[in-house]
């Protein structure tokens, strides 16, 4: 399965109108507004490279009132979603960047701070 995102630039308030005629588009399995640079982003799934660039081409760029387009190809297939990935890139609990110094180290440290053993 080829997956793609195309991201949409559409005259302004015209929004809705190419909304409606990207769901009518059978291989496009999901569109959405977005604010931001582009204003619509539809995700596009088919069995063969080739068939992407048809859908493209010839049907979602020939949409009326979409002034320009961006596709961006999956470089991997995945089997889980974006969404199923967000746990594993942030863990529930984050390990402190350094360990606070231990009651030992105390001496090393003059009143204002700076640990007067590395100026030894």
């Not at 005629?21 to 640079?37: A, F, P, R």
């Not at 619509?40 to 009132?65: G, P, T, W, Y």
């Not at 350094?98 to 100026?119: H, L, Q, R």
Request: some cysteine; charged content about 30%; aromatic content about 4%.
């Amino acid at each position: 399965m080829f997956k793609t995102f195309v991201l949409i630039n559409c005259e302004p308030g015209k929004e809705p109108e190419v909304l409606e005629q990207l769901h009518k588009i059978e291989n496009v399995v999901d569109s959405q507004g977005t604010y931001g640079v582009y204003d619509i982003v539809a995700r596009i799934e088919s069995d063969s490279q080739s068939q992407l660039a048809h859908i493209i081409s010839d049907q979602i760029r020939k949409i009326s009132n979409i002034n320009s387009t961006l596709t961006l190809l999956s470089t991997e297939e995945h089997k889980s979603r974006l969404a199923d990935l967000i746990p594993d890139i942030i863990p529930e609990q984050k390990k402190p960047l350094e360990e606070p110094p231990s009651e030992n180290n105390e001496e090393n440290f003059d009143k204002d701070g700076y640990d007067d053993s590395t100026n030894q």
